[in-house]
C-alpha cells in the first residue's frame, strides 16, 4: 500500500495545542494515517503533587509547599477554589484554596488539621479533562473500531490509583466514560469501552479508550463533532508536571488514534501531540468606590411634571427674578454609581431660608426679607413631610423629586397619598440654621450603576417680599454603605 501523508492540524484552544503528525503504528507498516486529526482537552492544567515544605502549622489557614524535588514545586499551578489533599497517602484530608499568596504559599480553608503539617506530607491537587477526539477516516474497515492510546505510568498499579502521576495520564480508580459517535450509515457502534494500562508500544504503556462498530465504513467518513460525532472520553486525571517542567512551557503528551479491523489490527494510525500547561493568572484590586455627581438642566425642559423657566448648572440654581402670581421652576439632575453592597443613601439640607443678601433667617421667619419655606396647599408641608403646592397663592421655596431610575425614592412630585394628590408633591429642604437633620432623598440597598434622581426647585413670592438679591445654599451628600 503506498504510504499517504497526514495533513497537519493545529488547534489552539485555552492553552490547548493539539497536531496532527504524520504516523504509523509500530505494528503495521502498511498502515495509512486518519486525516484532519485533533484531540482537544477541555482543562490543560497539570494536576499538583508536591508535598509540604517545613514551618506548617497546626490550625493555621496557609499551607507552605517545598519549592523543589518533586513533580509540583510551585502554587503557579493551583488557583482559588480547587481543592487540595494533605496529609499521608490514604489519609488525607481536603481543603479548599482561598487565596495564592506566593509561589510557595496558598491560603485554604478550614485551618490545616492534626497530622496534615507535617514536613513532606502528600499535597495532591487533582485536574481532569474530557478528550475530544475529531478525525476523518482513511479506509473503509468492516466491523472494526477506533482506539484512543494516552500515555500512562509505567507501574500498573499507580496508572490507575486516582492520583496523578509525573509525566503521564492516571486512569482513575474507575473507569472514565467513553462517548461514541451516534450510529451512521456504514457504522453500527457499540458502548465505548475504557481499559487501564491495556497497550505497550516500545517503552510506553497506553489506556486504551475504543469505540467498536459492526457495519462496513467507509472511506473519508468524517467525525468532527458537526458531520458527525466525535469521540469523547471524560475524566482523565492530567499529569503532574513532568520531569524537568519549567513553568509557562507546556509538557507535551503523544496520544495514538488508531482504526483497528476485526481481527484487532490498526490498520490505520496517526499520533497527536497534546500540550499540558498552567493558567495564567490574572490580578485585580476594587477599592470601594462611589461616584456622585450634579448636573444642570435647561430651561424649557420638563422635570416634575412642569416646564422649567431657568437654566441650572452644576453649582448654581439662578431663579432670576420671581414672580407673586406664578412659580419659577427649575431643576438639576443628581446621579450616582457604587460597588457597595449594601448601597448608598443621598441626603440634602439647606443653610437656610433664602435670606435678603444672605442674611439669617431665624427659624420659620416671615419677615420681609426672608423667602420662608412654603407650608404647602393644605398647610401640612415640612422638611418632614409632603404636601400638594399646586396654589400660588401659597407662597415660599421648596422642591420635589423626579426619579428616572434610582431604587428607592423619599416621595416623588406624583406620589398621591397623605395631602399630596399627586400632581406636584413638595417638601420643604432641611433647615439647618433651625437645626433640622438633613433628609434622605433616594438611596438603594445594593450596587448601583448611573442611578438619576431630578431634583425640582419650586419659588413663588408675597406682595411684602423686600426687593434685591436672596439666596441660600443647599447641601447634597452621598454616601455608600460598604
Known sequence: MKHRKSKKLIVLSTFILAIAVAGKWAQNSESASLTSVSVTVSNPRPSFRGVLGAGNTVGTSQVIINTSGYPSTTTAQLQTDDILLVGNAGTMSPYTITNVVSNSLANITPVLAAGDADTSDDVISTQSAVHTVRFTTANAISNGGFRILVPAHGTATDANDGLPDQGAFDFGTAAPTVTCPTDITGYDFVTGTATASAVTIGSTDYHAYECLYSGVGAIATVFDGTT??????????????????????????????????????????TTVAIGVIEAVRVTASVAPQITFSIAGVTSGSTSCGVTTDVTTTATAVPLGELSIAS???????????????????????????????????????TASNCIPDSVGDNAALSHTANDEWN?????????????????????????????????????????????????????????????????????????????????????YTATATF
Open 228 to 269: 458527525n460525532d466525535a469521540i469523547s472520553i471524560n475524566d482523565i486525571i492530567n499529569p503532574a508536571p513532568a520531569s524537568g517542567h519549567t513553568t509557562g512551557t507546556a509538557d507535551s503528551y503523544r496520544i495514538i488514534l488508531q482504526h483497528l479491523d476485526s481481527s484487532y489490527t490498526a490498520v490505520d494510525s
Open 327 to 365: 412659580f419659577t421652576d427649575a431643576a438639576q439632575t443628581l446621579t450616582v454609581s457604587t460597588n457597595a453592597t449594601n448601597g448608598y443613601a443621598v441626603t440634602a439640607f439647606e443653610s437656610d431660608q433664602l435670606g435678603l443678601d444672605g442674611a439669617t433667617c431665624t427659624g420659620d421667619s
Open 391 to 475: 396654589t400660588t397663592t401659597v407662597k415660599g421655596f421648596g422642591y420635589s423629586l423626579d426619579n428616572a431610575d434610582a431604587n428607592t425614592v423619599a416621595f416623588e412630585y406624583t406620589t398621591a397619598t397623605g395631602t399630596c394628590t399627586g400632581t406636584y408633591c413638595a417638601k420643604q429642604f432641611a433647615d439647618n440654621e433651625d437645626g433640622q437633620a438633613a433628609q434622605q432623598l433616594f438611596s438603594s440597598t445594593t450596587v448601583a450603576d448611573s442611578e438619576n434622581v431630578d431634583v425640582c426647585y419650586r419659588a413663588v413670592i408675597s406682595n411684602v417680599q423686600a426687593a434685591g438679591f436672596y439666596e441660600n445654599y443647599v447641601t
